[in-house]
């Protein structure tokens, strides 16, 4: 493979775990519901504040800055993982 | 920017900012504020009403940042309910 490197890129196995750990931890969510695939408000019963505050939580987490309108696209845990994989500065 | 996304961002403003209280009885009551105000508002749909509680909003959100501020000015134990953990 070339030069470039993907070291600043977290691993996706990684990632995956801890964006559900993180949705399961949310007061209002069924843990036992929550899969890759999950849709915030359609799965999981969350509305859009819920959203926000879980979306609060993944910045925390992986210690970044998501913009509102990045965060707006945020509706899956999959659109999470998509993000946090693709972002040069998660921890 | 949409209403909805300037309804959002305020109230992820507002989230921040109380959780930057010091004090546990504080920060706790403010986030419940914050949280139950948005939800009690969450029918209006006229445009006007929506402005004038994004302005009450923001005036909020100042208040929020200013006490919090002064909250950390004065450092107390750790409350009971937050343990002994950091």
């Known amino acids: ?91 | 920017m949409g209403e909805r996304t300037q309804v959002l961002a305020l109230f992820k403003k507002l989230m921040r900012a109380s959780r930057s209280f010091t004090h546990y009885n504080f920060r706790e009551y403010a986030l419940r504020r914050v949280r139950l105000g948005f939800r009690e508002k969450a029918g209006v749909s006229d445009p006007a009403q929506i402005a004038e509680l994004v302005g009450e909003g923001s005036k909020q959100l100042e208040v929020v940042r200013k006490q919090a501020l002064i909250s950390q000015l004065y450092p107390q134990a750790r409350h009971v309910m937050e343990g002994t953990r950091k």
Not at chain 1, 43 to 67: C, K, P, Q, Y
């Open chain 1, 1 to 91: 493979m070339g030069a470039r490197s993907f070291a600043t890129f977290l691993d996706r196995a990684d990632v995956t775990d801890r964006v559900l750990g993180v949705v399961k931890s949310f007061e209002k969510v069924d843990p036992a519901k929550v899969t890759a695939k999950s849709h915030f408000v359609s799965d999981l019963g969350l509305d859009s504040l819920d959203t926000v505050e879980v979306v609060m939580a993944f910045e925390d987490e992986f210690t970044l800055e998501i913009e509102d309108k990045e965060a707006e696209k945020i509706q899956t845990c999959e659109d999470a993982i998509n993000f946090i994989c693709a972002h040069p500065h998660a921890k």
